[in-house]
């Protein structure tokens, strides 16, 4: 993200304790998004998509995906909260390439989402979702919380 002048800019969400109603509210929904990764043998997630993007997985930076434009896809994802048409996104990010390319590509980058982040994605034939219930894992999540309460 850049601003007017082309500058990058970033959002820095720390120091959530200034507001004790939504620590409260992160700390259990922190819990359940705990016991929900116990569910799923214990794999934990966490997406900042605010600033520098960063994706951990149980605490671990992970890093290596398959181009800018995976990463790129996660946010889309992430951001749109709801099934996204797997040939809207082919033509979204691919689109130069032939439709057959283009979802080619998009398969290639779902996969590398898939096993970089384990359950983190509910994908089928048609359509390709970043999983609701791990959206509270997000920093989009707590923006969302904080601009609700104004």
Do not use: C
């Not at 409260?24 to 998509?49: C, Q």
């Not at 439709?99 to 384990?118: E, I, V």
Request: proline letters at 5%.
């Amino acid at each position: 993200m850049t601003n007017s002048v082309g500058r990058p800019f970033v959002i820095v969400m720390s120091g959530l304790s200034l507001l004790p109603e939504v620590a409260e509210e992160s700390t259990e929904e922190s819990a359940t998004n705990n016991e929900r990764g116990a569910r799923m043998g214990s794999v934990d997630i966490s997406v900042k998509l605010l600033g520098p993007v960063l994706v951990e997985v149980n605490g671990r930076s992970v890093a290596g995906f398959r181009s800018h434009k995976t990463l790129a896809l996660l946010a889309f994802l992430i951001a749109e909260g709801r099934p996204v048409a797997r040939n809207y996104l082919a033509e979204l990010f691919w689109p130069d390439a032939a439709t057959a390319d283009g979802r080619g590509h998009l398969r290639r980058a779902l996969h590398d989402l898939s096993q970089k982040l384990p359950g983190a994605l509910q994908v089928d034939y048609y359509t390709a979702q970043f999983d609701p219930g791990l959206f509270g894992q997000t920093d989009l999540a707590h923006f969302e919380a904080l601009r609700a309460r104004d």
